[in-house]
């Protein structure tokens, strides 16, 4: 089955860096990949999302791009703001088309 | 519109008891997804409802967890005889359409003492 690893599991920046988060995935029929965060105690939310058929996708300070030969993509944030912390979790869904499969999440602490 | 809502949004339980969890999804969504979350953990796919019917179970991890949906509405997951080890956030997600954003309750965080 699919496998997603996702690194660093603890990043700490200070307001108005860019944090980059990464992940692999196994499963080369995997067609879509979300990223979702989650702040404490709250519901994972989905932050942006991107098909295999897109290299990039930019949404204001987040972006996402995918790497379908070296089965990876990144989520990064520009200009980061201490509202940014949080969890993030990638995840990727492979040809079930249903079944989403979650990296360990990554702790982003934005420091002001 | 209303979102996915899980209730109860805590349950303690005793080593050995039954509890059933509950999810409303969106109206109108036919796909209905369970994870499981233990603390510090990612999500972990238990369950897939398209419609009333469950072709994926294969995320349950023992015979003890049993799952159904309605009316392609509301969702029960239920844990027989918990086990310490069943203590966890219990997530319940909904999407229009397999394939498609799925849109995540509050959960139901589960402590079996």
């Known amino acids: 089955g699919e496998n997603v690893e996702q690194h660093p599991s603890t990043l700490s920046v200070q307001e108005g860096d860019s944090a980059v988060i990464k992940c692999t995935y196994s499963?080369?029929?995997?067609?879509?990949f979300p990223w979702y965060k989650q702040e404490l105690g709250k519901r994972p939310q989905l932050i942006i999302d991107i098909r295999s058929n897109v290299g990039e996708k930019k949404d204001q300070r987040i972006a996402v791009t995918l790497n379908k030969t070296a089965k990876h993509f990144s989520l990064h944030i520009t200009e980061t703001q201490p509202e940014d912390s949080a969890v993030y979790f990638c995840a990727a869904m492979g040809g079930s088309n249903y079944k989403l499969t979650f990296g360990k999440g990554t702790l982003l602490t934005v420091n002001p | 519109g209303a979102g996915v809502s899980q209730s109860p949004s805590n349950k303690v339980t005793e080593k050995g008891k039954d509890v059933e969890l509950r999810c409303d999804p969106i109206s109108g969504h036919t796909a209905l997804y369970w994870y499981r979350q233990r603390l510090g953990q990612g999500l972990e796919f238990l369950i897939y409802?398209?419609?009333?019917?469950?072709?994926?179970k294969s995320g349950l991890p023992s015979d003890r967890f049993s799952a159904e949906r309605t009316g392609e509405s509301v969702s029960t997951l239920t844990i027989q005889r918990t086990q310490q080890e069943d203590s966890a956030v219990y997530l319940c997600?909904?999407?229009?359409?397999?394939?498609?954003?799925?849109?995540f309750g509050p959960g139901t965080r589960l402590t079996v003492l």
């Open positions: 409802f398209q419609g009333n019917s469950a072709p994926d």
């Open positions: 997600a909904s999407s229009s359409t397999s394939g498609t954003e799925q849109f």
């Open positions: 499963d080369s029929a995997s067609n879509y």
